[in-house]
């Protein structure tokens, strides 16, 4: 089945604390990204942008409203792939060579894109075995310790390789929001995809966990408290201890 009607590809839901969830409901669980939107006073932030096989700036007015920021959370194409339609794009610098020329290879199309992952597949002229995200490179190269400042609203940037080499997370520590990108959430982790690394993905967690996090909009599968993060951490600090 395809989607015929591109006005029915997104999901809006709004959230506490000005926050937006956007998603892609047609593409299934596992492999549909969350697109996060943050109402500042100066300006709004966009934490990733989905598989861009329709138009967000066309279909969620939300996102063109007011000036916007959009960032990467880091480079694999179910998160980025709607950032060519946004004039300010950040990432982490480690990242910044697939978002300025992405590839099939270096935003993992290949192995994951097929058509088993939709629920309907997108509009036409959408084909699984064409695709690839379009080419969008930086405005601003993050660092670890960066703010991303909205005018009344600041969140910090912290560096979380391990799923990723330039993966980030943000935190707004006014608030204990932690937008997590895909170091961790409440679902199946993916530990084992390229440029994935098993000791970085432990400091990185453990890093998270100091954290006074009161609630996580992580990349995949739904929001969780702080206190269901922390146990999360500690269920795969023990699993990764116990296999040595």
Known sequence: MRIDDPRAWYRVRRMQDDVTWIDEPHVKEFYRCNIWHLRGRDRDLLVDSGWGVVSLREHVPLVTERPLVAVASHTHFDHMAGHHEFAERWVHRAEALPLARPTRVNTLVEPYVTDAAFEALPPAPYESATY??????????LEDGDVVDLG???????????HSPGGIALFEAATGILFSGDIVYDGPLVEDCPGANPADYERSLRRLLALPVRVVHGGHFPSCSGERLRRLIADWLRRREAAG
């Open 152 to 162: 009344d609203r600041v969140l910090e940037v912290i560096h979380t390789p391990g």
């Open 132 to 141: 690839c995200p379009k080419a969008a490179p930086a405005t601003r190269l």
